[in-house]
């Protein structure tokens, strides 16, 4: 491959006789990482995304298309003679690009826009966690004010309001204040009002073939903005795996309870999910219970999970979408921890500022165990600027969680970006840390 994550190059092309043709789909920090692995792959021979960003341009020849426009899609994907598509972002699943791909003869590691209602509709995810046994918070879908009210008074607080569509991380509010909950649920077409789950949340991803799953470790990430969990809740400003504090038979348990009879559902339903299958999990003190699917890598536990798998990504995430993981075997992983601090933009969530320079991308990435992965940048007059919410991801990676999580913060620490948002706790408890006080370069 040519170049670093990290540099300005506009774009690149990674080829290698006779290998896969992939094309994924996105922009953001999760796609560069699958970008990143996939181009690690030696059965991978190019690797094309679209739109893509400064980084994945790094790994990847970069193509303009419109991510929610699925017959665009399988048209960029036909032009290309692409083998694979792999969607990252939900939003185009959830608008059917997988069955536009799969209509034009191509395979496609992700689900129907009708599996993926797992994630589009909490609804919906609710109906299928009750046929397939699955254990997860109490609910009522509600679609009026009354309604609301009535699920607030039934469950108590903590109050948790659910948007029952997709609302890119952000459209669940978990309070006290009972005004706050109404005020959420009246912002939403409809709500899922839960009872609240006590314990501590874990992300599990596996990958599907619509019929077995392949668990990956598990990880856990960091919604709200600041440290000590405070703030407003986000697409997620940090994440690390795996967990050392986590029950040894968890994957297990969680693939035989949880993932397994989920797939079999939707198969029987007729509609097999094929592509991540990601499990959102409470560990209460009643056992373990769902608090969310989703359908897609998750932003930002991705980012820590490749950087430690050793399978190779190309030629599982074809055998996925070719509906046979039986000829990849259990997933192989490298020894140690990985630990990711995303750096967000000014403003965010709410009214993120761009076109802020950012420097010290390249001195972080130079350093020894650090990856610099793009999400909102672009290539300005004067250097990368900052051009969404969510801008880079830091990820560290060491032999154990407290090292891991040193390389992150001294890669974050080479960056500057103005007014930015960082939390300096990801992982602190975890490791058994305080938080380092200044994480930002100067």
């Not at 793009?374 to 969680?401: W, Y």
Request: charged share 20%; net charge negative.
């Amino acid at each position: 491959m040519t170049g670093r994550p990290g540099s300005l190059a506009l774009t690149a092309r990674v080829s290698r006789v006779r290998g896969v043709r992939v094309l994924l789909i996105g922009t953001g920090a999760r796609e560069h990482a699958l970008a990143l692995a996939l181009a690690r792959d030696p059965s991978v021979g190019e690797v094309h995304a679209a739109p893509g960003n400064p980084g994945i341009a790094e790994v990847a020849t970069l193509h303009s298309v419109d991510p929610l426009d699925p017959p665009a899609v399988a048209t960029l994907a036909r032009s290309l003679a692409a083998d694979l598509v792999v969607v990252g972002p939900e939003a185009p699943l959830v608008a059917g690009a997988a069955d536009a791909v799969r209509d034009a003869g191509i395979r496609c590691f992700g689900p129907s826009g009708a599996a993926a209602r797992l994630e589009g509709s909490k609804a919906f995810a609710k109906e299928v966690m009750e046929a397939a046994g699955v254990p997860t918070a109490r609910a009522r879908l509600c679609e009026s004010a009354d309604e609301a009210a009535a699920a607030l008074a039934e469950f108590g607080s903590p109050y948790v309001v659910k948007n029952d569509g997709l609302a890119a991380g952000k459209g669940v509010v978990v309070t006290t204040d009972r005004q706050a909950a109404i005020d959420h649920a009246a912002h939403c077409e409809r709500v899922v009002v839960e009872e609240f789950l006590d314990g501590p949340e874990v992300s599990l991803f596996a990958i599907s073939d619509g019929r077995r799953v392949l668990p990956m470790l598990p990880a856990q990430d960091f919604k709200r903005l600041r440290d000590g969990d405070r703030g407003p809740n986000t697409g997620g400003m940090g994440a690390y795996t795996p967990l050392p504090w986590a029950p040894a038979d968890l994957v297990t348990h969680v693939t035989a309870t949880v993932l397994q009879p989920t797939v079999a559902e939707l198969a029987k339903r007729g509609t097999p999910f094929t592509g991540l299958l990601y499990a959102g999990l409470a560990l209460t003190s009643r056992g373990v219970r769902v608090v969310e699917f989703n359908a897609r890598f998750g932003d930002p536990e991705t980012q820590p999970l490749l950087d430690l798998l050793e399978t190779p990504l190309g030629g599982l995430l074809h055998a996925a979408a070719a509906g046979d993981l039986s000829t990849v075997g259990n997933l192989q992983w490298r020894t140690g921890s990985a630990v990711a601090v995303v750096i967000a933009a000014a403003g965010y969530p709410e009214s993120p500022r761009r076109g802020d320079l950012i420097t010290g991308v390249a001195s972080a990435q130079a350093l020894n165990g650090v990856t610099v992965l793009h999400a909102g940048t672009v290539i300005g007059p004067h250097g990368l600027v900052s051009a969404g919410g969510r801008v880079l991801t830091v990820v560290g990676r060491g032999s154990e969680l407290a090292a891991a999580r040193a390389t992150a913060y001294q890669g974050v620490s080479r960056i500057h970006l103005e007014g930015a948002e960082v939390r300096t706790d990801i992982a602190a408890a975890a490791a058994g840390q305080a938080a380092e006080p200044s994480p930002m370069g100067q």
